[in-house]
Each structure stands twice: as structure tokens, then as C-alpha cells.
């Protein structure tokens, strides 16, 4: 009976009307009709469920039950058709999946565009590259954009944008610093799980410094919190206060001249942003509109 919902609409709007004959003026069909509906219902439960009276309709015990029964699946329906009408319209909500350096300093920027190439509402979810592939393997996002290079089967990849790390500062630096520089910092480090603290230190080691011979202030998981921990550290300090961050995050204050940054010589600490989606929406014009106008971004 519930692949037939007909039979309990009419069912409801019998409760609603109080009536027979209203309930039948209301769906548009005989009065005969909605009582041989009615008494379907009874038969297919066997048991009584309306009760006519002469100031109306009484609804039985077992009645009651069906009537909250129905009730919901009214309300369940009446949504799914909502949402299946989104489809149909083309209305929904576009959700990007960002770590933090790309979706709180550089997709921003391009989110206005994007609702206007797809024409429709997008949505923007900020967290860890592999939280954002979590997502998408859950189907919760429908692109991620990530800095770290958080690889599974049934993904596909494009790499992005070529990021580069600098040292930065809210005290002028050298335009090229050397091992013996690094060691005269004092540092605001990003968490050992990084992605940012992981090449940052493969680069060091390279040039023989190790980060653990650093005198370090405070080691924080979110390049926000090390950004302003920089900007309001005393800027008169003989020794600088200093950390690496992506040249996204901190580009308005270098320009601004508020802070100042810093390459290694000799040495590039360098990483692929990348665009990713399931295989699943490989054709999915949606995600083929947004990933093509990012990949067409060559400077961001």
C-alpha cells in the first residue's frame, strides 16, 4: 500500500475535510471513490480506522496510528519533491572542500565568478587537505582544493598552482637568509602533522639546520593564528620573530608593508596546490565548468 500513496492521501484529506463528500470535491473525484479507497485501506489492514458520525468523522484507535504514519510520510514526500524539483531547475548548492591557506586567502576571491558560471549558490568548507578528501570520498563536497598531496584511488587530480613557502616576519629581513639566519630567529612553528611543517623541514635539513636547535615561542595549527601572532609580536626584539608560510597567506600584509618576507638561499621550498574530484563526476558539467575556469586562473 505504501507504493500507492494515492490511497492515503485520501485518507488524509478525509481527516482534514471531516468529511466524505468534502474530502471528494476537494481531490476531484466521487464520493463512491473515496469510500471504496477507504475501505481498501481497511481491508489491506483489517481493521476499522474511520468511524462516520452524524457531526462527522471519528478516527479509530488504529486510525490514530495510521493517520501519524501518513502524516509523515506526507512530509517526507512533499521535501523529496522539493529537492527533486532543485534537480530539474538546475538549484542547488556547489560545495568546495578547501584546505586552509587556499579557502581562507585565495578562493574568496574567486567565488562570486564561479556562482555566476554555474548560476547557482556555492558553498565553501574550510579544513585539512585529507579531511577534504574524506569529504569527497563521502560525497559531502563536490571539488577540493588541497595543499597537500593526499592521494586515493578513485580521485582524480590536477595539479593547480605552484605555491612557494617564505620565511616572513613583521621586522625587515634579509632577501636571502642562510643557516646561521635561521638559528638568530626566534619561531612561531606550524604542527608537526603539516604539510607546511613536512617540506619545511626537508628543506632544512638539506641546508644542515635542525629545527629542534631553533628556539622556538610556540608551535600553533592554524597559519590565521601564526599570521597575527607575527603582526603583534614587539618589532624592536634584537632577535626577529619569524615563521615559513605560503606567500598566499600573508600577501596583503606585504604589500601593506606590515610584514616582510624571506627566501633561503640557494633554496626554493616549493608545493603543488591541486584541484581534486571523484572519478564519479568525471562528466559532471557542473564540476567540468568550475574546474576549468580555476585551471584558467594562471595567476592567483
Known sequence: MLKDFAKLQTFLMV?????FSKASAKLGISQPAVTQQIK???????????????????????????????????????????????????????????SNAIGNYILPNYL???????????????????????????????IALIESPVFRDGIIYREWVLD?????????????LTADDLL??????????????????????????????FQVLGVLGSPTAIKESILHADPTTERPVVSVMSKHVIANEVAEGKLFEARLKNYKI??????????????????DNVVNYLLSLNKV
Not at 616549493?270 to 564540476?287: C, G, L, Q
Open 112 to 142: 562570486s565568478e564561479i556562482k555566476k558560471r554555474i548560476n547557482n549558490n556555492v558553498y565553501m568548507n574550510v579544513g585539512l587537505s585529507c579531511e577534504m578528501i574524506d569529504h569527497l570520498e563521502d560525497k559531502k563536497i563536490d
Open 270 to 287: 616549493e608545493r603543488n596546490f591541486y584541484i581534486a574530484y571523484s572519478k564519479d563526476k568525471k562528466h559532471d558539467a557542473f564540476v
Open 184 to 213: 638568530g630567529f626566534d619561531w612561531i612553528c606550524r604542527d608537526e602533522g603539516s604539510h607546511t611543517r613536512k617540506l619545511t623541514s626537508e628543506v632544512f635539513d638539506e641546508m644542515g639546520v635542525q629545527c629542534n636547535n
Open 40 to 98: 481498501f485501506i481497511e481491508d489491506y489492514l483489517d481493521t476499522k480506522i474511520v468511524e462516520r458520525k452524524k457531526n462527522g468523522i471519528l478516527l479509530t484507535k488504529e486510525g490514530e496510528d495510521l493517520f501519524r504514519i501518513a502524516s509523515r510520510l506526507e512530509k517526507a514526500i512533499a521535501s523529496s519533491e522539493k529537492e527533486l524539483l532543485k534537480i530539474i531547475n538546475k538549484d542547488f548548492t556547489f560545495v568546495i572542500g578547501s
Open 164 to 176: 612557494e613557502l617564505v620565511v616572513f616576519s613583521n621586522q625587515p629581513l634579509k632577501k636571502h
Open 15 to 19: 481527516i482534514k475535510e471531516k468529511s
